[in-house]
């Protein structure tokens, strides 16, 4: 069983901020900044690629709630919401979950870069990629 399933079973502590019957939340164990908080789906899937959309409509909504309640209550500035898939992209526990992290200024603890690739070949993407 993996260690989210645990922590969902109550086989390990943990600062839990919100459930109900499909949904798990708690503050991650290693707050990038104060608040940061990790949004699940209480069955195990792996990663936003498995989960199935009725249930990461779910997850979506509970994360809208407590984005904004957290923004609320610790009068954060904004707030970055995403997910890793897969370790290539960063992914450490391989069970689903949503990162809420709060932003108080640019230079507290989480930094985001987005890259440009300059050899980028944005035709033949689309050509790839269109439906
Ligand atoms: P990721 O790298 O996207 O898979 O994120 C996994 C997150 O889980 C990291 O931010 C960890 O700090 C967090 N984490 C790992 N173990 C625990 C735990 N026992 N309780 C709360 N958060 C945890
Ligand atoms: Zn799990």
Request: glycine content about 4%; hydrophobic content about 45%; charged content about 25%.
């Amino acid at each position: 069983m993996c260690i989210f399933c645990k922590i969902i079973n109550r086989e390990i502590p943990a600062s839990i901020l919100y459930e109900d019957e499909d949904v798990f939340a708690m503050l991650d164990i290693a707050q990038v900044t104060d608040g940061h908080t990790l949004v699940m789906p209480k069955e195990h899937v792996d990663n936003i690629l498995d989960c199935p959309p009725v249930l990461l409509s779910k997850i979506i909504s509970v994360t809208q709630m407590l984005s904004k309640d957290i923004v609320r209550k610790l009068d954060a500035k904004g707030v970055n919401v995403l997910t890793n898939a897969n370790p290539a992209a960063g992914q450490s526990v391989m069970h689903f979950h949503m990162h809420i992290i709060p932003r108080y200024d640019e230079s507290d603890g989480l930094i985001l870069r987005f890259k440009e690739n300059p050899t980028a070949d944005i035709k033949r993407m689309e050509n790839i990629l269109k439906k």
